[in-house]
């Protein structure tokens, strides 16, 4: 089916069924264009739990399904293609953190929201990067914290808290994966260019930075200021609104590190990238697949889902 009748059939669905279309920064152009919200991973969840619709279909990956439907149990929520993992979340299964937390008893369990419905329902409190640092804030100083699973944000947390919380060792695949010589050469190209980095990126990336946030910090960031031009160091999709907001700017994505034979070296996200027009049509059309979080997990999963979004108001 030619493009423009896709996009005219989703908008009938979406009306006729009353659905909502939530996509994330990082999926491609005309997903973000047909949505009827775009955000970051706070943004999404808080407009999920506030939506009338009857169908949530959520273009993004299936921990914000899961959110998504913890957060809304009685609506279906639909995502274009249930593959669409993340390998954050896959860096933490819920029987090792279980098995971490008994190792460690009298510590509060602060998870980032790319994780599994069973590891938040394991967690005393959620965050995302933008609201990391306010949510751990409103512990103790001295309060005993396991932060998981991106080490290189929990860094970055503890460097800006003066904080030693305790690091799950996970990752993401693409933030891990930017090359610090491929931007310092950007940069020697485009002196004047403000470097933006998502704190998923390791200490290296994070310390040519001049700005360092969430997509929705970053975006934020390049609208308001003055300088021309950017370099982007986190999934390439979010130039897409940054673009739109600005533009006469310009902004260069970051490079990553070229991997000789293992798998894709580019700076999109091959999990965000399986949702297409055609899978959304589909979804639409036949209402699945279906995002299923066993109740009794989604019981305990939405106590730490729920506080976060009472600290972040
Ligand atoms: P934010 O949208 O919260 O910045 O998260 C980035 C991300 O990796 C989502 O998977
Ligand atoms: Fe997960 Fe990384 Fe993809 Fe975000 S960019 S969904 S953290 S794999």
């Known amino acids: 089916m030619e493009k423009e009748q896709l996009k005219h059939e989703i908008r009938s669905m979406r009306q006729e069924k009353n659905a909502v279309i939530l996509a994330h920064y ?34 993004g990956v299936h921990f914000m399904g899961e959110t998504c439907k913890i957060l809304c149990p009685d609506k279906k929520v639909i995502v274009p293609d249930l593959a669409a993992g993340c390998s954050l979340a896959d860096s ?106 998502h704190p998923e990126c390791p200490a290296a990336i994070q310390a040519v930075a001049d700005e360092i946030g969430s997509t929705a910090g970053l975006l934020k960031y390049s609208t308001e200021s003055d300088a021309r031009e950017f370099i982007v160091a986190t999934e390439s999709g979010i130039l897409h609104k940054m673009q739109l907001a600005s533009p006469d700017k310009t902004f260069y994505p970051a490079p990553p590190e070229v991997t000789e034979g293992i798998g894709c070296s580019c700076n999109e996200c091959s999990y965000m990238r399986l949702n297409t027009l055609e899978k959304l049509h589909h979804a639409l059309l036949t209402e699945s697949p279906e995002i299923v979080v066993d109740p009794a997990i989604a019981e305990k999963a939405v106590r730490p889902i729920n506080k976060m979004l009472e600290l972040s108001k």
């Open 92 to 197: 933490c299964r819920a029987d090792d953190l279980k098995a971490f937390i008994d190792e460690h008893p009298g510590y509060k369990v602060v998870s980032y929201v790319n994780t599994t419905a069973e590891v938040k329902a394991l967690s005393d409190v959620v965050v995302t990067s933008s609201n990391a640092r306010r949510v751990v804030d409103s512990y103790p100083k001295d309060a005993k914290l396991i932060f998981g699973p991106d080490k290189n944000l929990g860094a970055y947390i503890n460097s800006i808290t003066g904080r030693n919380m305790l690091l799950w060792n996970g990752g993401c695949h693409v933030h891990g994966r930017f090359s610090l010589q491929a931007i310092l050469r950007l940069k020697a190209e485009h002196p004047e260019a403000k470097v933006l980095v």
């Open 26 to 59: 990082y999926t491609e152009p005309d997903l973000q264009d047909i949505a009827d919200f775009v955000g970051d991973s706070l943004a999404l969840a808080q407009s999920a739990a506030k939506t009338e619709a009857d169908i949530i279909v959520m273009c």
